[in-house]
């Protein structure tokens, strides 16, 4: 949306050798979309994402988490029964503050209410969820808190969609424009590893970052951002064409 994304990324993610069809889809034009989605701007996101053929796969850039509500219009067009997997520092499973607006803070609850083909929902990070199995994963010895919604998300015939928010990790490893955890770039390729062992990976997203106008926005920051997304979209890659 703000395509905080450096001008020549999309060669950098062309050279990674995993995919020559790489775009950027530009939707600045449309008002109404920074952290609260409006009806018509979701209209509009939808019917340009309707152009592109099976928009719910490969690998999403979805600008700084702000956006992070764009997982959920990605996963709208899988038409198999899927399981969801959210790597994030927030829960984005709130009640939005305006009524059926749908936000960056609640997307996954609509996603789990109102989404028929998703089986289970699998909630990884330093969260406070309530309604699900709490369940730890090891990550080089450390406890990783997740929440299982729905059946869990064992069964290798269903396919797997990763939605991964960067606050998830330190400050080490990425700059963005919410409060982060404490993962480093090594912990969550172990727990994807874990997640996505022996699964069809149908779709990935990835969000996190800060916008021009955020006064952190430096070159060090600019730097680790594009550090960040390079290394998960290699993990991402080398796991799907694995597959």
Known sequence: MNETYPEGFEEMIRQEGFSKDVQRISMRDISGTDMYLSDEARDEIIKRLDKIRDPEQGI???DSGNYHYLSGIFTSFIKV??????IDHHTDMQETAFGNILSCGSWASEVIEKDENVRSFLLCGPVNAEGGTHADMDVSGKNVTCMIFGEGNTDPDIPVYISVDKDVLCEDECVTN???GEMTLSELSILIKKIANGRKVIGA??????SGSDPRKNFEASEKNTASDLYIYR?????MSEA
Not at 81 to 86: E, I, M, P, T
Not at 205 to 210: P, S, T, Y
């Open 60 to 62: 999403h850039y979805i």
């Open 81 to 86: 029964k899927y399981d969801l997997v959210l």
């Open 178 to 180: 919410w409060d982060q």
């Open 205 to 210: 997203d990835i969000c996190g970052g800060i």
């Open 235 to 239: 993990l991402l890659g080398k796991i």
